[in-house]
């Protein structure tokens, strides 16, 4: 991808499209040098599609129910996105784990946001998880997908301090408002070329990252 360049960059989603959101307003205001090429959900009722028909962006459903299996449904969603052709693919709440030759066909060029400061909390509930263990740190971390679960580089994190009153409902409310700021800031990094996978590794700005560049909740 060339700085000069728009990245054609398709979203796959699940649910409602909270973080979908964040980067259609982001691109509509001009701090994402994108073009949604498309919005790819597995459930044909998630209404983040809504959300995208209101962007006037282009939207497609695979719906695993209507394949014979997981391989059939998974060989359906290699199909579309290697028709849509994207410089970018976006994870944003889909919530299915994506066969190895598909991450590898996009490797580097595959984002995700996971609601953990990784690679604490991989998988699911992660606010339920760092309430039981008492953590005084939460958080989310935007990264390059690999074959193994949440386990890519880390680009950048937003952290928030675990209130002694916080629920998971809390905690859910306040890291999703960081995902807003720091999936888009990722987002372009990558369309512009700041940020790359390479030597199994983050690199921003020609430099390895030791640790994810870190936004605090105050900041």
Same mark, same amino acid.
């Given at each position: #991808?060339?700085?000069?360049?728009?990245? !054609?960059?398709?979203?796959?989603?699940?649910?409602?499209?909270?973080? $979908?959101?964040?980067?259609? &307003?982001?691109?509509? =205001?001009?701090?994402? +040098?994108?073009?949604?090429?498309?919005? /790819?959900?597995?459930?044909?009722?998630?209404?983040? $599609?809504?959300?995208?028909? !209101?962007? %006037?962006? +282009?939207?497609?459903?695979? &719906?695993?129910?209507?394949? +014979?299996?997981?391989?059939?449904?998974?060989?359906?969603?290699?199909?579309?996105?290697a028709e849509l052709? @994207?410089?970018?693919?976006?994870?944003?709440?889909? #919530? !299915?784990?994506? @066969? %190895?030759?598909?991450?590898?066909?996009?490797?580097?060029?595959?984002?995700?946001v996971h609601p953990?400061?990784? @690679?604490?909390?991989?998988?699911?509930?992660?606010?339920?998880?760092?309430?039981?263990?008492?953590?005084?740190?939460?958080?989310?971390?935007?990264?390059?997908? /690999?074959?193994?679960?949440?386990?890519? @580089?880390?680009?950048?994190?937003? !952290?928030?301090? /675990?209130?002694?009153?916080?629920?998971?409902?809390?905690?859910?409310?306040?890291?999703?408002?960081?995902?807003?700021?720091?999936?888009?800031?990722?987002?372009? *990094?990558? =369309?512009?070329?700041?940020?790359? $996978?390479?030597? %199994?590794?983050? *690199?921003? %700005?020609?430099?390895?990252?030791?640790?994810? /560049?870190?936004?605090?909740?105050s900041d």
């Amino acid at each position: #991808m060339k700085s000069a360049q728009r990245a !054609r960059t398709a979203v796959l989603i699940s649910g409602s499209g909270t973080n $979908l959101q964040a980067i259609i &307003d982001a691109t509509a =205001a001009g701090e994402l +040098p994108i073009d949604l090429c498309a919005v /790819v959900s597995d459930q044909p009722a998630a209404f983040g $599609l809504e959300r995208a028909r !209101r962007a %006037d962006i +282009p939207t497609i459903t695979v &719906d695993y129910r209507d394949h +014979p299996d997981r391989s059939a449904a998974e060989a359906g969603l290699g199909d579309t996105l290697a028709e849509l052709d @994207p410089d970018i693919v976006v994870l944003a709440g889909f #919530m !299915r784990i994506l @066969p %190895d030759d598909i991450v590898e066909h996009f490797r580097g060029r595959m984002l995700n946001v996971h609601p953990s400061l990784l @690679p604490k909390f991989r998988g699911l509930h992660t606010f339920a998880r760092v309430l039981e263990a008492g953590d005084a740190w939460h958080g989310s971390t935007v990264h390059f997908v /690999v074959p193994e679960l949440d386990s890519g @580089p880390s680009i950048i994190q937003y !952290r928030i301090a /675990v209130r002694s009153d916080d629920d998971e409902a809390s905690l859910k409310d306040r890291v999703q408002a960081g995902e807003y700021v720091i999936y888009p800031r990722a987002i372009g *990094w990558l =369309a512009t070329g700041r940020v790359e $996978l390479k030597h %199994d590794a983050a *690199w921003l %700005d020609g430099e390895r990252l030791g640790t994810p /560049v870190l936004v605090d909740e105050s900041d």
